[in-house]
């Protein structure tokens, strides 16, 4: 939003159910005659001033979400979003009053005439839309926070990529390489031992991108596989501009893979259960091994390349 800019919002005088909300709207400065009573003029002017404390009472106490109407409240003025009523007992979480169904139609207008700027604005975003479509707009904003795409743990951690980078070397002790081709070796003394874990989670740096390679073992069924597949970390449009392959092999015989790799939007679970990339059934893995089939010895290699 421009600098010096405003929100124009009409507000019918009959819409207004709660005192409340009157004096925490008193960052907002009324066009008209002074001496009216708030909500009596029909044109609200907000400033820039306003927008925190209006994103601040636009939000849910409970879940802390922006609250969409229907906006429920107290007979105190105490304002809900109807999504969280059953979670206090339809007891309002500021007083302890009965919700009952009285709707705040005022702040309900104010909802749905405001124009917001996106709330990941210091992350990049510029659009600005109506505060119904905002929500829907953050949801899918291609500036919002990366998950962290380690799956090795429940980890919380979310940001944007140079920060996950930093991140997964820093905390999770990811190895980090330069280049655009991979050559790993992948050692399990006990390959008849599967748990539902990943084995081993390597960032790649070419093209100036990030990519995840991903390899594990996990139980389809009954039967024990191991799974290699990358990520890129950054939007599915980018990652369309991008392929990738992979092969094992041994013994004379080999097994390829090509795709384009998944954004890291999808989370890692979403690209497993898809089966999108590479994957080795242990019988296939334990004859590329060789020897006596008592130890599981992968070589996988690959290589990343932008498309033309």
Known sequence: ?????????????????????????????????????????????????????????????????????????????????????????????????????????ALEKVAESLQLPCKYQSLGCTEIHPYQNKLKHEELCRFRPYSCPYAGSECLIAGDVPMLVSHLINDHKVDLHEGCTFNHRYVKSNPYEVENATWMLTVFKCFGQHFCLHFEAFLLGMAPVYMAFLRFMGEDSEARNFCYSLEVGGNGRKLTWQGIPRSIRDSHKKVRDSFDGLIIHRNMALFFSGGNRQELKLRVTGRIWKEQ
Not at 4 to 22: F, H, N, Q, R, Y
Not at 63 to 68: D, I
């Open 1 to 105: 939003m421009a600098p010096g800019s405003s929100i124009v919002t009409d507000i019918p005088e009959s819409d207004c159910v709660s005192d409340g909300l009157s004096e925490a709207l008193t960052g907002i400065r009324l066009d008209g005659d002074s001496t009216c009573k708030p909500w009596s003029t029909s044109l609200v002017t907000v400033g820039l001033s306003s927008l925190t404390g209006l994103n601040d009472l636009l939000e849910c106490p409970v879940c802390t979400n922006s609250m969409r109407p229907p906006i429920l409240q107290c007979p105190n003025g105490h304002t809900i979003c109807s999504n969280c009523k059953h979670k206090v007992e339809n007891h309002c979480p500021t007083c302890r009053q009965e919700l009952g169904n009285i709707r705040c139609l």
